[in-house]
């Protein structure tokens, strides 16, 4: 853990915290530890030297700690931050939201004091994210050019990531969902929010990327050799796709193609999909739903028209946005915000899937709320098919090593 060779900043006003933190990290074998009393100076620690881990405190006189949030952001800072707060559970916990609005590695958002233990763990929380950064780098690079996006897909760079699908009430896996995954010529990985707004401006391209990504994953389907009568398969589907005269009939060619059948395809639309030509995008559903494709509408509860959509549209399906699942346990409005979703779903008698199940306390509060599927990191992280296993006997996912 002592490898935060390029310092630690504590920043609060209460000279107790700073010396209890101090001491705290001492303890931990860190050397160049700073500390300062208040945004201001925060800066110009900032400034002067390298720092790879900023512990804040938010409530402070001169230059609060959102001013601090602010100057990190406009820097792009790389390090880790972890936040403190005085205040009470509620208040941490929309504190903690709004600090996720900003471009930056925020690991938690805590109550003061903190413990011995309690700053030990977010260090290691620290590490894993700096050094492992497996998921979105917080600074990602500026959305992929339209020319570079094509590049790459013509170049065979664009693949389908495979998420599963558990069913809470069994523990078996349900399905999947696909998700789109760009690579580089040098092999690195690009993630979604890079490539696909970049798509989603160009009509022809969000078309072509979104067909291209299903028939890559059709392939992997055919290949993979397992029984997968019984599973479901979620594509995202956006509303410039649905603009695309004969994007149903394309969907429905090619998935008898691949042998197979419609009530296996669950088509994802997000909420932006229901802003557009709402008649021609409500027919297109209609014509998916007639093929027998199953509709689901995606990140439920982050705009405005889901409910008269759901009233509108034969769906089969809701997703509760993930925004309210990750901290359901610690924020009562995420968790009312899940609970009516999941009441709503029940209420109108379709399937409710919670993305963004983390751990095993998250996924028991949402089957104790009635949700029949589960979707998060703590079943897998997106990856290609080969690397799931299950028999179909026993579809309990496991990952192949
Ligand atoms: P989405 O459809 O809501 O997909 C779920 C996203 O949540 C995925 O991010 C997934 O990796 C992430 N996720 C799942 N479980 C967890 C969890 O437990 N914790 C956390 N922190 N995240 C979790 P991803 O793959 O980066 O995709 C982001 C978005 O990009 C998708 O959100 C979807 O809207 C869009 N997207 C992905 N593939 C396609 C595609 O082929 N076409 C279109 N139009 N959009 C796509
Ligand atoms: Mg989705
Ligand atoms: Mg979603």
């Known amino acids: ?8 900043l504590v920043v609060d006003d209460q000279q107790v915290v700073r010396h209890t933190l101090f001491l705290c990290l001492q303890n931990l074998g860190f050397k160049n530890i700073y500390q300062a009393e208040n945004g201001r100076e925060a800066r110009k620690v900032l400034n002067a030297h390298s720092i790879k881990c900023v512990f804040c405190d938010l409530n402070m006189p001169v230059e609060d700690g959102f001013e601090v949030l602010k100057f990190l ?27 996720r609005l900003y471009q930056l590695n925020i690991i938690e958002c805590v109550a003061k004091p903190l413990s011995f233990a309690t700053v030990k763990q977010l260090l290691t929380a620290s590490e894993r994210v700096l050094d492992i950064e497996g998921n979105h780098a917080p600074h990602s690079p500026p959305p992929l050019t339209a020319k570079l996006l094509k590049g790459y897909i013509d170049k065979g760079g664009l693949n389908a990531f495979f998420q599963p699908q558990i069913s809470l009430s069994s523990g078996r896996l349900k399905g999947f ?22 798509a989603e401006k160009h009509f022809e391209s969000i078309t072509e990327l979104t067909k291209r990504v299903i028939e890559c994953a059709y392939q992997d389907i055919n290949q993979h050799g397992q029984d997968i009568a019984n599973l479901s398969f979620a594509f995202n589907i ?26 296996q395809v669950i088509c994802e639309l997000t909420e ?54 990750l901290d359901c346990l610690s924020n009562t409005k995420s968790a009312a915000v899940v609970e009516q979703s999941i009441q709503l779903a029940k209420a109108i008698g379709v399937d409710v899937v919670a993305e963004g199940i983390e751990n095993k306390d998250i996924g ?38």
Not at 1 to 7: I, R, V
Not at 186 to 192: A, E, H, N, R
Not at 239 to 263: C, D, G, S
Request: some cysteine.
């Open 272 to 325: 932006t999909a229901f802003t557009t030509d709402q008649a021609t995008i409500d027919t297109q559903m209609l014509r998916l739903k007639m093929m027998k494709f199953k509709l689901s509408i995606d990140d439920f509860g982050t705009g405005y028209s889901s409910i008269a959509q759901l009233h509108a549209i034969p769906f089969d399906e809701l997703k509760v946005d993930k925004r309210f699942v």
């Open 238 to 263: 956006s509303a410039k796709v649905l603009e695309a005269a004969n994007f149903p009939q394309w969907l429905q060619a090619t998935t008898a193609k691949y042998q197979l059948r419609p009530e």
């Open 1 to 8: 853990m002592s490898d935060f060779q390029q310092g630690i």
């Open 177 to 198: 969902e696909v998700l789109a995954r760009l690579f580089k010529p040098d092999g690195s990985m690009v993630f979604p929010d890079q490539f696909i707004p970049t």
């Open 73 to 99: 952001e406009a820097q792009a800072y790389p390090g880790a931050i972890v936040l403190m707060s005085g205040e009470e559970e509620e208040v941490l916990a929309s504190t903690a939201n709004l600090a």
């Open 364 to 401: 028991d509060f949402v089957k104790s709320l009635g949700c029949d599927i589960g979707q998060g990191y703590m079943y897998a992280k997106p990856e290609p098919l080969a690397v799931f296993d299950w028999n179909s006997a026993d579809i309990k996912i496991r990952t192949r090593e």
